[in-house]
């Protein structure tokens, strides 16, 4: 219409801004919603103190509780020597045997020199009597009868003396016999026959069949690790399956001098036969080292060069990095000393993926 003015171009401008300034500003936040990155799914654990349980393990070997070496009383030329290696005994066999030639004379010379003595004897009791008689009837002297006491006396102690000559001779002769004083196994023997011995060398060693012990060669550290009494586990190197308990029986005084440990001998409690004499065995014991706090290994990574884990905050459900101080791990778990409390949520699944200040949806928690 010729009458009508048209609308001015500025206002025409605010006007089409005005009417699209909604649809702008809902566009803005749509594609702000779409840029903001989705919580990143993790698998936590919450942090636990117990008391640790550190073990000892060491290597040893089993054997008789009650074992003895045997040997001959006197030297001498070994006759014969039955012994082997392993061989069951029981007790008064004979295990080996000396040349008893020259004990054998000693022993017929001690038999005659008793009966000389006793010869002797005879004569000086029968002069004694006499004496004795004549004293009484006045026929002779008084210096007489006191010799002829006196003379009685003197046989009398070599009498004495012949016999116990005889019974060192005997025992002499007995000595040239080696015989078990007990049921047992050979587990070491000594010389052949046709070696001269000593007195006291082994000829052979019997473990007595009343008990078995773990012997384990330990260093000091570990002695004064273990506590007095403490149970041990012991088992066989090459089967693992037979085990037996155990108690610390007894420990070295003083360490061997050459490679400085103490020997601990371990008492069996009713040990499996396949547990035989010189059997490599295994021996563990769990000490106590105080409350830890052990993670899994998967939590585990490192921040500034040290290891560390990601906590999880539960009121934002973000996460951020900490330093924690190692004592031990392995394949499976981080035993740490420092840096982790009780009660503390920490990521152990997905933990190379974050970063700190992260919102984190946690897909389930373990014990």
């Given at each position: 219409?010729?009458?009508?003015?048209s609308?001015?171009?500025?206002?025409?401008?605010?006007?089409?801004?005005?009417?699209?300034?909604?649809m702008?500003?809902?566009?803005?936040r749509?594609a702000?919603?779409?840029?903001?990155?989705?919580?990143?799914?993790v698998?936590?654990?919450?942090?636990?103190?117990?008391?640790?349980?550190?073990?000892?393990?060491?290597t040893?070997?089993?054997?008789?509780?009650?074992?003895?070496?045997?040997?001959?009383?006197i030297?001498g030329?070994?006759?014969?020597?039955d012994?082997?290696?392993?061989?069951?005994?029981?007790?008064?066999?004979?295990?080996?045997?000396?040349?008893s030639?020259?004990?054998?004379?000693?022993?017929?010379?001690?038999?005659?020199?008793?009966?000389?003595?006793?010869?002797q004897?005879?004569?000086?009791?029968?002069?004694?009597?006499?004496?004795?008689?004549?004293?009484?009837?006045?026929?002779?002297?008084?210096?007489?009868?006191?010799?002829?006491?006196?003379?009685?006396?003197?046989?009398?102690s070599?009498?004495?003396a012949?016999?116990?000559?005889?019974?060192?001779?005997?025992?002499?002769?007995?000595?040239?016999?080696?015989?078990?004083?007990?049921?047992?196994?050979i587990?070491?023997?000594?010389p052949?026959?046709?070696?001269?011995?000593?007195?006291g060398?082994?000829?052979a060693?019997?473990?007595?069949?009343?008990?078995?012990?773990?012997?384990?060669?330990?260093?000091?550290?570990?002695?004064?690790?273990?506590?007095?009494?403490?149970?041990?586990?012991?088992?066989?190197?090459?089967?693992?399956?037979?085990t037996?308990q155990?108690?610390?029986?007894?420990?070295a005084?003083?360490a061997?001098?050459v490679?400085?440990?103490?020997?601990?001998?371990?008492?069996?409690?009713?040990?499996?036969?396949?547990?035989?004499?010189?059997?490599?065995?295994?021996?563990?014991?769990?000490?106590?080292?105080?409350?830890?706090?052990?993670?899994?290994?998967t939590?585990?990574?490192?921040?500034?060069?040290?290891?560390?884990?990601?906590?999880?905050d539960?009121?934002t459900?973000?996460?951020?990095a900490?330093?924690?101080?190692?004592?031990?791990?392995d394949q499976?778990?981080?035993?740490?000393?420092?840096g982790?409390?009780?009660?503390?949520?920490?990521v152990?699944?997905?933990?190379?993926?974050?970063?700190?200040?992260?919102?984190v949806?946690?897909?389930?928690?373990?014990?």
């Open positions: 219409m010729r009458g009508r003015r609308m001015p171009r500025h206002i025409r401008t605010l006007a089409f801004v005005a009417a699209f300034s909604p702008l500003a809902g566009c803005g749509e702000e919603t779409k840029n903001e990155p989705a919580p990143r799914p698998r936590t654990a919450t942090v636990e103190k117990r008391e640790a349980q550190t073990p000892l393990t060491f040893g070997r089993i054997e008789a509780e009650d074992e003895v070496s045997v040997a001959f009383r030297a030329r070994l006759l014969a020597n012994t082997k290696l392993g061989d069951r005994v029981e007790a008064g066999q004979l295990l080996a045997q000396l040349e030639q020259n004990e054998l004379n000693a022993l017929r010379q001690a038999k005659a020199a008793l009966a000389a003595a006793q010869g004897l005879t004569q000086a009791r029968n002069h004694y009597e006499r004496q004795e008689t004549l004293l009484a009837q006045g026929w002779t002297t008084r210096a007489n009868f006191e010799a002829a006491t006196q003379a009685q006396q003197t046989a009398q070599q009498v004495d012949a016999e116990a000559q005889l019974n060192s001779a005997h025992d002499l002769v007995g000595f040239t016999e080696l015989r078990a004083d007990a049921p047992g196994k587990t070491a023997t000594g052949s026959a046709g070696e001269v011995v000593q007195a060398q082994m000829i060693r019997i473990a007595r069949q009343d008990g078995r012990d773990a012997v384990f060669d330990v260093p000091a550290q570990m002695v004064r690790a273990a506590p007095t009494g403490v149970q041990v586990t012991v088992g066989l190197t090459d089967d693992s399956k037979v037996a155990g108690r610390i029986r007894q420990i005084a003083q061997d001098p490679t400085r440990t103490f020997e601990v001998k371990v008492g069996l409690t009713n040990p499996p036969p396949a547990m035989r004499l010189g059997a490599t065995v295994n021996g563990r014991v769990d000490t106590s080292s105080g409350p830890v706090i052990d993670i899994p290994a939590a585990l990574t490192r921040m500034n060069q040290q290891p560390a884990v990601w906590i999880v539960p009121s459900n973000t996460v951020s900490r330093n924690v101080d190692v004592l031990r791990y499976a778990q981080v035993i740490v000393s420092q982790l409390d009780a009660g503390e949520i920490i152990t699944a997905g933990v190379q993926a974050l970063h700190p200040g992260q919102k949806r946690v897909l389930g928690s373990e014990p």
